[in-house]
């Protein structure tokens, strides 16, 4: 079990050089038997997608059966944990949300994996925006606006989440602290419910996935103020980042691939040769674009360093936010 201090000096050593874990190798090829992903969320959702999608091109490459299994439950723990504790032969992967293997840690009392120390890193298949909109009653046309707006009402602007400590959540506390607002935390059971209510003019604002927000703005329904990535997104390229009004207010949520830490270096080498080949593929590409989620392929190494800004980033906001879960 690990502890949020031993987490955070476990992500500080991945700026060092990969660890790639045990020299040890395979008495067979790689791969001689069916190949696992553990998505660890419900069928249906974009993780679910992306896996069963790359699943069916991995088994085409490899000529050799790859399944996705779902475990969901404990917000994506117990799938996760599960995937921690199997063999370290490249046979069980998991295709994880950035929010569990990041947020959790921080998230929740007790979570029954390390982060870092229990996986191997294989690569970031793909990043999915989230972004800023309001109700088009609301008299802000950018963020500068809305927080002059806010910071002109203190108490009284209240932004829409998915859920205690989900991403939304975490963003609108992200905002407060950045901006110097006191504005309010409005939870619902979902995002649909929370855009639902913020399109009706029940709550001004809204943090929330670009899939999910979009069909919104497009309609008018929904004014977007930003997206909430490092730089803009391909998928709505005319979209500003809220980071270019306030440096730094950015979360890039994301899909990783890991392995059972101590996972064989060749084999981590071959799943990331071909699933890289897999992911630039325009077909594969446009696959991601209709889930709201851009597709960006990387290093091991990359991962590693992105898992490890992460964790020191959501540390702060989760226990600035004091939002915690059982």
């Known amino acids: 079990m690990a502890s949020r201090r031993k987490i955070i000096a476990g992500a500080a050593s991945l700026a060092a050089p990969f660890f790639w874990g045990a020299a040890a190798r395979a008495a067979e090829p790689y791969p001689s038997k069916v190949i696992t992903i553990i998505v660890p969320q419900a069928p249906g959702g974009a993780n679910d ?3 069963r999608a790359l699943a069916q091109k991995l088994a085409a490459t490899f000529a050799s059966p790859v399944i ?21 032969d490249g046979y069980t992967l998991l295709l994880n949300a950035q929010s569990v293997q990041t947020i959790n840690p921080f998230l929740y009392r007790k979570v029954p994996f390390d982060p870092v120390k229990d996986f191997d890193s294989i690569m970031v298949v793909g990043v999915a925006p989230y972004m800023l909109a309001v109700n088009p009653s609301v008299p802000a046309r950018n963020l500068r606006e809305l927080v002059a707006l806010a910071k002109a009402q203190p108490g009284k602007f209240n932004y829409a989440s998915a859920g205690n400590g ?42 929330g996935s670009l899939a999910g927000l979009m069909p919104f703005v497009r309609s008018g329904q929904l004014r977007a103020l930003g997206v909430c990535t490092e730089k803009r997104t391909q998928l709505a390229p ?15 949520a994301w899909y990783g691939l890991f392995a059972p830490a101590g996972t064989p270096r060749e084999v981590i080498a071959r799943l990331h040769t071909e699933i890289t080949r897999i992911m630039d593929n325009p077909e594969m590409k ?24 992460d964790l020191v980033r959501w540390a702060r906001i989760v226990k600035e936010s004091g939002a915690q879960l059982d």
């Open 49 to 51: 997608v992306i896996g």
């Open 68 to 88: 996705v299994e779902n475990r969901q439950g404990a917000g994506g723990n117990l799938g996760t944990a599960y995937v921690a504790r199997q063999p370290r």
């Open 166 to 207: 989900t991403v939304n959540h975490l963003l609108g506390e992200m905002l407060k602290t950045a901006a110097g607002v006191d504005i309010v935390h409005v939870p619902y059971r979902g995002a649909a419910a929370a855009a639902t209510d913020v399109v009706a003019g029940q709550v001004p604002m809204t943090f």
């Open 238 to 252: 005319e979209l500003p980042t809220l980071a270019e009004t306030i440096p730094g207010l950015y979360a890039n």
């Open 286 to 309: 446009e696959r991601l674009v209709g889930l709201g989620v851009e597709s960006a392929p990387g290093t091991p190494e990359q991962l590693a360093s992105l898992m490890r800004d």
